[in-house]
């Protein structure tokens, strides 16, 4: 069983920054897949970043250029540093820990980010 604690989220103003982090327990992090999703109110869950184990990333159109996903491997966790955030970015932002072989697919509770004046 693994466990994924996210932090960092909070009120920011636009045009600010956030970092959230992601936590995991257990000894499968350096081999599975991490990402970051985003809900925000009335909308559908959506993919914001993706880091690969040979830390290849991918980013979604609306946040490339002004997001940054990173991993430590030494520290079991995943980070999103968010920048020029602005009020579509508020949503709640889950951390998602995936492998293939053997199938794994877990998920944190989520911490919301909140872009406001």
């Known amino acids: 069983q693994v466990q994924l604690v996210e932090s960092g989220g909070g009120l920011v103003q636009p045009g600010g920054s956030l970092r959230l982090s992601c936590a995991a327990s257990?000894?499968?992090?350096?081999?599975?897949?991490m990402a970051w999703y985003r809900q925000a109110p009335g909308k559908q869950r959506e993919l914001v970043a993706t880091?690969?184990?040979?830390?290849?990333?991918n980013y979604a159109s609306a946040v490339k250029g002004r997001f940054t996903i990173s991993r430590d491997n030494a520290k079991n966790t995943v980070y999103l540093q968010m920048n020029s955030l602005n009020p579509e970015d508020t949503a709640a932002y889950y951390c998602?820990?995936?492998?293939?072989?053997?199938?794994?697919?877990?998920w944190g509770k989520g911490t919301l980010v909140n872009v406001s004046s």
């Open positions: 998602n820990l995936y492998r293939l072989l053997p199938r794994l697919n877990y």
């Open positions: 880091i690969t184990t040979d830390y290849s990333t």
């Open positions: 257990g000894s499968i992090f350096s081999s599975a897949l």
